[in-house]
């Protein structure tokens, strides 16, 4: 009984901002655009919600590619899932478009209607993993030599690393997050320790800003490693099985965390990871083109406090990519802290509520398209959140439900209704067992790393809206303009209020008006002007 009401406010709120954002007369009408994604949206949340998702994996098409000829019912892995992905960002690259100048491929134009692809693709590779997960999960969890184990997950992470190619190549480095870290905690979910993958991700982030990279790095993958050689995970009949340890998960979010931190040294994706990077360490001081998109995020969250300017009262249209991007500073500024504070709430339990969905869903298959529409969600939220008030790079992202874009909304309102289909078609007793006797660790560290992302997140908005307001209010920013001149760059609103500053009188040696900011004045003194 949630997850419609949550939609339908989100949603709301993002028609609300849309309508804040764009003037009326200049821009083009977005909200007009959301609420035509919207009413479809909720048309496929209605159509998905009254069937049984679950009985796609009870049907040979499935994974019709590689089934063709036996059409097997059971133990399907859904590489043509996988394959639909692939396809699909291998056309993005060859034909897709992005911003002028940005030499990225974002978007795909199909029958005059443009849209980013990566939504389609997240999800076609969600359907592929959570049958893949489904017919392998007691293999996954319980054989015992690392080496056989690999062995199984093998093709999953090739699939994985391929897409993550695709897209870096597309210069998309968002989605290849988005893709990367949700592969991660699905994968950290059906091994069993996502907890100990979470920890490893804190500590090595710990060790980096205390420690020199290099130092960190070796600690972090020692620990790790020790960690899981204690708790088993590196047994093996062979001494090379025992390497295969290093594709747990806890390993590989080691592995991607190093490769940004160490990236920019590599040609090709080096350049623009360094600009993510100088952006995000050094917001107020950088020598990148635009290089001043997350100080625009920082004067507009400050400008709007603890309570907000009020609905339509503040300037969030002089941020760059105010509705799509950074959308969550939009929000700050109209609404304040409060309702920033109320937006995450709204948030951490639409994602709580589809977990315990995805824990009443018995079958596996279901179990794990559920649980990965609440991973996939909870990771875009997060990485966009974070990126946006700098705890992590920013990266070009949609935030589900209240970024503008007419295809996402839809896929993610799709997304709702297969929970729904799901929640309404709750599992046996037994089954439920089963799931929570395998599920329930991994399923409440999901919900403890996600509620304390979202607490980090909020704790850092409090020092920008509240505590270090004025500060940040007034700051300059110093960047490069196209031709690698350094400029400043300064708060717009310092200009927008200045409009309203009444500048005085200038007077004559009769006391006579030559210059005023007031009508009245002019008014008063009509008749001796005139006569003068």
């Not at 992202?397 to 909304?409: D, E, T």
Request: aromatic share 10%; glycine share 10%; hydrophobic share 55%.
């Amino acid at each position: 009984p949630f997850l419609l009401p949550i939609l339908l406010l989100l949603s709301g709120l993002s028609l609300l901002m849309l309508l804040c954002i764009q003037h009326p007369l200049t821009d083009t009408f977005l909200s007009f655009q959301t609420l035509q994604g919207l009413l479809a949206g909720l048309l496929g949340f209605t159509l998905l919600a009254g069937t049984k998702p679950g009985k796609l994996y009870t049907r040979w098409w499935y994974d019709a590619l590689f089934n063709f000829r036996q059409r097997e019912v059971f133990g399907l892995k859904g590489f043509t899932w996988l394959i639909a992905a692939l396809l699909l960002a291998i056309i993005t690259l060859l034909f897709g478009t992005g911003p002028e100048g940005s030499g990225v491929k974002v978007n795909l134009q199909v029958a005059g209607i443009l849209f980013q692809p990566s939504e389609i693709t997240k999800y076609l590779l969600l359907i592929f993993m959570a049958g893949f997960f489904a017919a392998n999960e007691s293999h996954l969890r319980h054989i015992s030599d690392s080496r056989n184990r690999f062995l199984l997950a093998f093709l999953l992470m090739a699939g994985v690393a391929l897409l993550l190619a695709l897209y870096l190549m597309m210069g998309d480095m968002g989605p290849a997050l988005v893709v990367c870290f949700s592969f991660l905690v699905f994968y950290g979910i059906a091994r069993g320790n996502l907890l100990l993958m979470l920890g490893a991700a804190v500590l090595y982030g710990t060790l980096l800003f205390f420690l020199p990279g290099i130092t960190a790095t070796a600690i972090a993958f020692v620990t790790v490693v020790l960690a899981l050689v204690f708790t088993g995970a590196a047994r093996s009949a062979t001494w090379y099985g025992r390497i295969a340890v290093l594709t747990e998960a806890p390993v590989l979010i080691l592995l991607v965390m190093a490769a940004f931190s160490f990236g920019d040294r590599l040609p090709g994706i080096g350049s623009r990871l360094a600009d993510r990077k100088a952006m995000w360490l050094q917001p107020w001081n950088n020598d990148v083109y635009g290089g001043d998109h997350l100080a625009h995020g920082y004067w507009t969250l400050s400008a709007g406090g603890w309570k907000g300017q009020g609905i339509g009262k503040g300037f969030p249209n002089t941020m760059p990519a105010a509705h799509t991007d950074m959308i969550l500073p939009s929000i700050g500024e109209e609404m304040g802290w409060i309702g920033l504070f109320m937006v995450f709430c709204l948030l951490a339990i639409l994602i709580h509520r589809i977990l315990l969905q995805a824990r009443r869903a018995g079958q596996p298959f279901s179990f794990y398209l559920c649980a990965g529409i609440a991973v996939a969600t909870g990771v875009q939220i997060l990485l966009m959140a974070g990126g946006s008030i700098g705890l992590l790079p920013l990266t070009g992202l949609a935030v589900p439900f209240l970024s503008y874009g007419k295809i996402s909304l839809i896929i993610n309102c799709c997304a709702l209704g297969i929970v729904a289909g799901i929640s309404a078609q709750p599992a046996a007793a037994v089954q439920q067992e089963h799931i929570s006797r395998q599920y329930d660790g991994v399923l409440s560290a999901a919900i403890t790393g996600m509620l304390a992302g979202f607490a980090v997140v909020l704790v850092k908005l409090f020092f920008i809206q509240v505590k270090d307001r004025d500060a940040y209010l007034v700051q300059q920013s110093r960047v490069v303009n196209r031709n690698g001149l350094p400029i400043y760059s300064y708060n717009p609103r310092i200009d927008k209020l200045a409009d309203f500053i009444a500048a005085g009188e200038i007077l004559d040696r009769k006391g006579l008006p030559v210059a005023t900011s007031r009508v009245e004045v002019l008014t008063k003194n009509r008749d001796s002007l005139l006569a003068a």
